[in-house]
């Protein structure tokens, strides 16, 4: 998804949401604003679980998706970045197979708060260090929100 698209239906999902949070809200205190007395319970609580969970959904959108979070971007950003610190602190071993490099960006990785991991698909298809999608965030948050940044790559 885009971020162009993605903040399109964040904001759509979360307007829609608002309004219809607001729909069932009145309609649940029985003012009668917007639901006349004609509706039942069921159809008033309906609409307001529909709205909840449009509002949940704007809401998810925006923090897997939108072009403001770091969270799979700042993963792939942070191995780059270990790669030329390792580059540059042994520039000798860049032609050579000691795995010098490599291990450094592993450790560096681990210091940024990122794990080791060869379970995702696009890890195994090149286990390397360098690889940004073998390596997982060791916060439950982040690796929430990056699990699910990576069933919709």
Known sequence: MTPEL????MVVLFMLGFVMVVVGGVGFMRSNLV???????????????V???MFVLGIGVHFTG?????????????TS???LEGESAYPDARRSRSGVIGKYIVSCMASSGFDWSDQSPLCREA???TNGYCYE??????RLVTQAQLTFN
């Open 6 to 9: 993605s903040a399109l239906v």
């Open 137 to 142: 965030p060791t916060a439950w948050f982040d």
């Open 51 to 53: 709205a909840a969970s």
């Open 66 to 78: 939108s072009s403001n979070t770091a969270f799979l971007k700042g993963q792939m950003a942070q």
């Open 35 to 49: 639901l006349m007395d004609n509706r039942s319970w069921l159809a008033q609580g309906s609409v307001f679980a």
């Open 127 to 129: 286990p390397v260090a």
């Open 81 to 83: 970045r270990c790669e």
